[in-house]
C-alpha cells in the first residue's frame, strides 16, 4: 500500500526527538527525560491559544501551518521499498525540494513580519545554511538520476543496487550527506544548538520567539516529521524491493532508531562550530556529493 511509507514516517516521528535526547542524557551520565517528554511538551503545546502581536499580519498567522503542511506534502514523495509514495512523477525529487523550501520560505517572512531585527539575523543566518545545502542534494539526487536512468524517488530507489567497492563508498557517502543535511535543515549541532540562548549563536531559535502555543507546538512538531522523513530516505538504501513488509518493516524502523542514536551521539561528542565556521562546513557537503559523482561516472565507464 502506498500509504505505509506515510504511516511508518508518522508514528517514527513521534518517538525520533525523545530517542535524541535520551541518548545524550545517557551518554552524559544523566537519568534526563523519558522518550516521551517532547511529545508531552508538544501535546501541552497544542492545548494553549497562540498569542499574535498587534504588529504582525495574517502571514505570521498562516506560516506555522504552511511550514507544516509543506513538510507533510513532502513525505508523500518517500516509497518504501517497492511501494511509491503517495505522489510519484519523474522529476519528483525537484518537487520535493522546493515543497520544503516554500515551507522555509513562509517561516523566514513571517520572522520578519514580526519586524524585530533580532528574528530577521536569524531568517538570515537559516536562509544562508538552506542555500548552501541545495547544491548538495541535488548533485546527489542527480548522480543517482544518471546511475540509475530514472528521475523519480521511487524508481531511483528501487533500481538502485550496491554490487561493487565503489558503489558501496559511494552509498556511504551518500547517507553521511543525507545525514548532514537533516541536521542542518532541523537546526542541530554542530551548526545550530536547538538549546541555546545567547543573542549571537541563535539561528532557529531566534525565528520562532514570538510563536507560542498551538503554532509553537506545531513547529515543534514539524521537526519531528522532517527527521524521520530523512531518516525515511536514508532507510530506503537499504530496503531492497521484492522483501515483504514484515523483512522491510524492521530494517525501517532500525534505521530510523540508528539515526536517532547518531545524532545524539554526534552532539554529545561535538560542539557547536563557531558561526562563521559553519558555511564552509555545509559547502564541503557539495564537494562530497561531487565526490559521489566522479564514483558514479566511474562506475558508468564514462570516465576511464
Known amino acids: 500500500m502506498p500509504v505505509t511509507s506515510l504511516l511508518l514516517i508518522i508514528i517514527t516521528s513521534l518517538f525520533f526527538t525523545g530517542i535524541i535526547i535520551r541518548t545524550k542524557s545517557i551518554l552524559s551520565g544523566r537519568k534526563g527525560p523519558g522518550i516521551f517528554q517532547p511529545l ?13 502581536s498587534k504588529t504582525t ?7 506555522p501551518s504552511v511550514y507544516f503542511s509543506s513538510v507533510l506534502v513532502a513525505v508523500l514523495f518517500i516509497p518504501f521499498g517497492d511501494q511509491r509514495g503517495l505522489i510519484s512523477f519523474n522529476g519528483d525529487f525537484v518537487f520535493f525540494a522546493y515543497t520544503l523550501a516554500l515551507g522555509k520560505f513562509f517561516m523566514i517572512i513571517s520572522s520578519l513580519d514580526t519586524g524585530s531585527s533580532f528574528e530577521g539575523m536569524g531568517a538570515s543566518r537559516e536562509a544562508l ?22 528521475t523519480s524517488f521511487f524508481e531511483i530507489f528501487s533500481t538502485l543496487h550496491f554490487g561493487s567497492y565503489i558503489s558501496y563508498a559511494v552509498g556511504t557517502l551518500a547517507a553521511f550527506v543525507i545525514v548532514i543535511i537533516a541536521m542542518v535543515e532541523n537546526s542541530r549541532m554542530p551548526v545550530d544548538d536547538p538549546k541555546t540562548h545567547l543573542e549571537l549563536t541563535m539561528i532557529h531559535e531566534v525565528m520562532i520567539l514570538d510563536n507560542s502555543g498551538f503554532d509553537l507546538g ?13 531518516g525515511a530516505i536514508i532507510a530506503n538504501f537499504f530496503l531492497t524491493p521484492g522483501h515483504e513488509l514484515y523483512y522491510s518493516i524492521p530494517i525501517f524502523i532500525a ?33 562530497i556529493s561531487l565526490l ?7 562506475m558508468l565507464g564514462k570516465i576511464i
Open 40 to 52: 508531552k511538551d508538544i501535546w501541552r503545546l497544542f492545548r494553549k491559544g497562540a498569542v499574535y
Open 255 to 287: 534505521t530510523q532508531a540508528l539515526f536517532a542514536i547518531g545524532v545524539g551521539i554526534i552532539e554529545s561528542f561535538m560542539a557547536r562550530f563557531r558561526m562563521n565556521h559553519n558555511p564552509q562546513f555545509i559547502f564541503t557537503l557539495t564537494s
Open 57 to 63: 499580519s495574517f502571514v505570521f498567522q498562516v506560516a
Open 292 to 298: 559521489i559523482f566522479l564514483g558514479v561516472l566511474l
Open 129 to 150: 545554511y538552506s542555500l548552501l545545502v541545495e547544491p548538495a542534494f541535488f548533485i546527489l539526487m542527480g548522480s543517482f538520476a544518471l546511475l540509475t536512468g530514472h
Open 218 to 230: 506545531l513547529i515543534f512538531y514539524t521537526t519531528n516529521l522532517k527527521f524521520a522523513m530523512y
